[in-house]
């Protein structure tokens, strides 16, 4: 079993930026991938950007550029650094991990993003 457990979410204005962050516990062996799915009210929950343990990502087209994905694997943590957010980044950020970014095994009981305009 793995345990996610996120931060870094909250309230910004449009432009600014935020940090999340996702720690893992538990056993690793499973764990390749960590990643960011988010999830707009009344929208399907989509994936944003995912990293593997060797370091390949994966970007949402609406994000490249704007957000970065990094992986401290000695510390089992995921980080999201969003730059110039939009108010339509709010949403829910969950927190993943698994064998695979598009299939994950494990989620983390999400964090609210609110940008305002």
């Known amino acids: 079993q793995v345990q996610l457990v996120e931060s870094g979410g909250g309230l910004v204005q449009a432009g600014g930026s935020l940090r999340l962050s996702c720690a893992a516990s538990?056993?690793?062996?499973?764990?390749?991938?960590m990643g960011w799915y988010r999830q707009a009210p009344g929208k399907q929950r989509d994936l944003i950007a995912a990293?593997?343990?060797?370091?390949?990502?994966n970007y949402a087209d609406s994000v490249k550029g704007r957000f970065t994905i990094s992986r401290d694997n000695a510390k089992n943590t995921v980080y999201l650094q969003m730059n110039n957010l939009k108010s339509a980044n709010t949403a829910v950020y969950y927190c993943?991990?698994?064998?695979?970014?598009?299939?994950?095994?494990?989620w983390g009981q999400g964090t609210q993003v609110t940008v305002s305009s």
């Open positions: 993943i991990s698994g064998l695979t970014w598009s299939t994950p095994n494990y």
């Open positions: 538990g056993t690793f062996f499973s764990i390749n991938a």
């Open positions: 990293i593997t343990r060797g370091g390949s990502t």
